[in-house]
DNA sequence: AAACAGCTAAACACTA
DNA sequence: GTAGTGTTTAGCTGTT
């Protein structure tokens, strides 16, 4: 937490993000939640300013407009459009009660139009002033409703903590409240865009690029990180050379985009509007030529991917020219282009954030930073298949011990077991001899069916040991035997890892098979079939679990149900490994979760030992291993049951006993029988 | 440093 | 003869 606040300190401050105006509402996010009152003080705060910014750059653009007309009706011998701009951006702002008298009723405005005293021009002005005038009282009365929306919110945010029972329900609590804030405040911001861009449009907004000390340039850059700013600039710049001859806006450039007040985007130049040519701006430079005739950012699947556009077309021409017509530069499209790109600036908010909580979890859990690394790949596991591929395809599949990337510092075993693999995983996985289902004598279940799906798609080794593995394959089964070859195809079923180098893991599967004591070959009338001795499963390697004593009585308690239990449910119980986690060895599970964990175990070690053990075959011991651990000389010690109850439960387990089923209705009708 | 565990490779035997 | 299965040994690496 601490580690945490002071990350979110020093690297996400607003002097970072945004070149301190302040005004950027998603740097709340994930800030540290004791501190969260006085943030949301200066979330409101920095929303004052954002609206105060907001009026003033309304107010002191009228003033110029009101000021450059009376100039230009007053002295209309005299033109010093120098001077008048130097004047101009000098201004300083005004209060709005000097201005909001001059708005002028229907009425009035009906009676000057029927007394025809004014030209046309003066006309024009007027009406103008007018909309500019009422624009910016919908502003404020917009800016005032938002305000209060949020004041409420923030009360309610600060009522809602105040009696927030658990921690965690106040962090969730918090980070709706800050979504919702976020929102809010984008919103605000992106009617703010809309009123000032209606300005810039009725030609209300005449700003320059160059012109200093502009109030919008100011709030743009309150909006937009400092890099984009500046690729914003270099792009405004080219642009206006561009455009600068056209003459589709004359008289007024309310819609150049070189003005401040919309943040450019790359995408905008990516559809140059005269050509359609897609221009490379980003990443490979300039020079590079667009990748091919064919290809476009906008553009896939024969779909216009132009937020909210969606239109399908047959070919890449016609596009273009949808992309021309209906994507040119206008004030849409631009509204349009600033929404996409604050949603880029979101996202990238967004991916700093958890960035940076990715690094303080890592630091918290003592784990070497892979930080460079550490943004999140697409969930495109095929990418990751290559990745893998390529790292092990240099040496033998298995033989990833050997591959450069070290194995990172023992995690925690609760986050890394129980955690769904991200991308950043799969550095971890591969190189490690003792996997950590071993080591940890984890259950790999949790993390199997948790994580089924990547393992079943992605080519990357799981972080068991063949004997974890072969073994939750037999207990999985339904008879808790499988022959060689059925775990064959659980492997390559389950994990896509074990699709090829089929020798050589084949040959480890036996290997494993014929090395440990655990695994018991049981001649069927069919065969053989492999079964697992749970016992010497865990008697393979000492735990030294500093369990609370009581939790080792109480589980022992458990097993004691020995007599009354079926040996099926024994069998189950050990079977799953319910581990005597402690708050050393797992982190956070409580004793009550844990209790709740091993009865759920329970029940479903009974629903298991009531599938097998009635209808199963007569000819086949349905618990073969069972049968193995009567015969066994030592007794039950105590201590070897400290380690080795794993938390599966039902809900994790069942699935995998369809997916079971299933595996098993290919294997023939041996089980029918 | 030694013991241990796990992985890989390989040789060999047996059987269908 | 071949493929599948099962056993065993050896060498290596990483962990304890």
Known sequence: MMQESGTEATSNGPANQNGGAGAEPTSREGRPKSATPSVEVSAADLLHLQQHQALQV???????????????????????????????????????????PQVITPQQMQQILQQQVLSPQQLQV???????????????????????????????????????GSKQSKEQQVSAQQLAFQQQLLQVQQVQQQHLLNLQRQGLLTIQPGQPGLPMHSLTQAMIPAELQQLWKEVTNAHVKEEHNSSSNNGHRGLDLSSPAPPKNPLLNQHAPTNGQYMSHKRDGPTLEEPSPHSHPLYGHG?????????????????LKHLNNEHALDDRSTAQCRVQMQVVQQLELQLAKDKE??????????????EPKATPQPLNLVSNVTLSKSASEASPPLSLPQTPTTPTAPLTPLSQTHSVITANNLHNVGPMRRRYSEKYNMPISPDLSQNKEFYMNADVRPPFTYASLIRQAILESPEKQLTLNEIYNWFTRMFAYFRRNAATWKNAVRHNLSLHKCFVRVENVKG???????????????????????????????????????????????ENNI??????????????????????????????????????????????????????????????????????????????????RDYEDEQGPDDML
């Not at 305000?147 to 923030?154: F, N």
């Not at 779909?303 to 596009?319: I, L, N, R, T």
């Not at 909580?357 to 892979?370: E, N």
Request: proline share 6%; glycine share 4%.
């Open 126 to 164: 007027l009406l103008q002033q007018q909309q500019a005038l009422m624009l910016q009282q919908q502003l404020q009365e917009f800016y005032k409703k938002q305000q209060e929306q949020l004041h409420l919110q923030l009360l309610q945010q600060q009522q809602q903590q105040q009696h927030a």
């Open 528 to 574: 053989a079939v492999w079964t697992v001795d749970e016992i010497e499963f865990q008697k393979r390697r000492p735990q030294k679990i500093s369990g609370s004593p009581a939790l080792v009585k109480n589980i022992q308690t458990n097993l004691g149900y020995g007599p009354t239990l079926s040996a099926a449910f024994q069998a189950s119980m050990a």
């Open 303 to 319: 779909v216009c991917k132009w937020p909210g556009c969606e239109a399908v077309f047959d070919d890449f021409q016609s596009f």
């Open 357 to 370: 909580r990715l690094q303080a979890m890592m630091t918290h859990l003592h784990v070497k930073s892979t």
């Open 58 to 100: 309304a107010r002191q653009i009228l003033l110029q407009q009101q000021q450059q007309q009376q100039q230009s009706q007053q002295n209309t011998g005299r033109k010093s459009p120098k001077a008048n701009d130097k004047q101009q951006g000098l201004q300083v702002p005004v209060s709005v009660a000097m201005m909001t």
């Open 579 to 660: 581990p005597l986690y402690t708050t050393a060895s797992i982190g956070s599970p409580t004793l009550n979760s844990l209790a709740n964990a091993i009865r759920e175990e329970m029940n479903g070690a009974m629903d298991h030992g009531n599938s097998n053990g009635s209808d199963s075959s007569p000819g086949r011991s349905p618990l073969p291993a069972m049968h193995h651990i009567s015969v066994k000389e030592e007794p039950l010690d105590p201590d070897d049951h400290e380690g080795p109850l794993s938390l599966v439960t039902t809900a994790n387990h069942s699935p995998d006993f369809d997916d079971h």
